[in-house]
């Protein structure tokens, strides 16, 4: 232990306990700590220890919440201005890699990037940060001062309306945190979106499945393309400018329909059939009046927002995803995918087995597909990975 750790207060861990953390994970959880020595309030950052004394790592506290100490990523101490430079400026380095001279990419995915709980979304000029964590949320002002310090950066927003915030005591807020927050054009690479830092859905855009939506270009370039769950328009504009004959996009949402005829504008596009409907009916709709389509897009909010609604959220995307299957024309293409955290790759293979199975289709699956790669995976927490995508080919 060094010097700017060993003056922190101490987690000692009960016997046997240090061995996930041994292994990478990144979070102690309250049930697994044997003492407290110093004084450790919400928020400060402490050292962790196994049993018989090892160093575990530095990381930030929380006694009321069931994550009580999320480890931090670099050198971990102390938490000033310099390690958010580093955290972020490491960050920057990896998503400028992946896209060259782009201003629209997740910057930080939480503990992946070593900022655990935190979670920032660049829109162009604009930071759209979503904080989880009491510890970060304490520091807030450190990681909004060397966000603003990036070049070409004008403001940051706070997005903390989702629900993990209550779990650790954090109230619900959104606005304006520096800068100003101007609607932004952004850009995926190929197409652009209007895109509001302090409306829409989530963070306002959905990033991580930019890969996914250039992934499936070439097999949306003809024919019927049906785009469900559409919001603002990722697959179904993409489909469009890819070459498809006739898009029909299917989100609930007036305001996303509303969002997809302005960036169909903004891309010089020709005419998508946007459906308010829920999804559900519609599909039944489609399948008794005998449409078929070449591809279909199925790419729905989380069904399972908790462990306790994994077997019931299984059955509705088995309804779904069989209903999407039916639908499609002898070797059609189908993308499905789930977002739900607690639906586990092996889950979703098994979706996608008893989806086949009950629409009595046959099927080869192309590619398994995740999040872009600007949402990277911790190998030792799949909760990290939560998006689960599968690139399906109908027999004849
Ligand atoms: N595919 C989109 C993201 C989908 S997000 C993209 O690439 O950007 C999930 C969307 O599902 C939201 O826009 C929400 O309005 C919509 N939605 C949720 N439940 C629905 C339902 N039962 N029927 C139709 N749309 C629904």
């Known amino acids: 232990m060094d010097a700017s750790t060993s003056s922190l207060p101490t987690i000692t861990l ?46 930030i506290y929380n006694p009321h919440s069931l994550i009580a100490v999320r480890i931090t990523g670099g050198v971990g101490a102390p938490l000033d201005a310099d390690w958010f430079r580093s955290m972020i400026g490491r960050a920057l380095r990896l998503r400028s890699q992946l896209f060259p001279g782009g201003r629209t990419y997740r910057l930080l995915h939480s503990e992946s990037d070593g900022v655990p709980g935190v979670i920032v979304d660049r829109f162009d000029e604009v930071m759209v940060v979503q904080t989880a964590a009491y510890g970060m949320e304490e520091r807030r002002a450190l990681l909004y001062d060397a966000l603003m310090e990036i070049d070409g950066v004008r403001g940051v927003v706070e997005r903390n309306d989702h629900s993990l915030r209550s779990l650790e005591g954090l109230p619900s807020h959104v606005g304006v945190a520096r800068g100003t927050a101007d609607p932004q054009i952004i850009d995926d690479g190929v197409l652009r979106y209007h895109l509001d830092p302090l409306g829409g859905q989530k963070t306002g855009f959905y990033l991580d499945q930019r890969a996914n939506r250039i992934a499936m270009r070439p097999l949306m370039a003809r024919g019927r393309v049906l785009d469900l769950f559409s919001n603002n328009g990722g697959f179904a504009l993409h489909a469009l400018h890819a070459g498809a004959s006739e898009v029909i996009a299917v989100d609930s949402s007036a305001v996303a329909a509303v969002e997809i005829e302005r960036n169909r504008e903004l891309n010089g596009l020709g005419p998508i059939d946007v459906r308010v409907a829920d999804v559900f009916s519609e599909l039944h709709d489609l399948r008794l009046r005998g449409e078929k389509f070449d591809c279909v897009i199925a790419d729905p909010p989380p069904f399972a927002r908790s462990k306790k609604n994994v077997a019931a959220a299984r059955k509705k995307y088995v309804e779904l995803f069989s209903g999407s299957l039916r639908l499609l024309a002898p070797e059609g293409t189908a993308f499905l995918a789930t977002c739900s955290h607690h639906v586990t790759r092996d889950t979703f293979l098994e979706i996608i087995r008893e989806s086949l199975f009950r629409s009595g289709r046959s099927g080869i699956i192309l590619e398994e597909r995740g999040a872009s790669p600007d949402h990277p995976i911790h190998p030792v927490m799949p909760e990290t990975g939560y998006l689960h995508g599968a690139i399906l080919r109908a027999g004849s």
């Not at 004084?39 to 090892?54: E, N, Q, R, Y």
């Open 14 to 59: 009960k016997p046997r306990e240090d061995r996930r953390l041994r292994h990478g994970h990144l979070w102690v959880f309250s049930n697994e700590i044997a003492k407290v020595d110093g004084d450790a309030p919400a928020g400060a950052l402490v050292s962790v220890t196994a049993a018989h004394g090892a160093p575990l790592g530095v990381g």
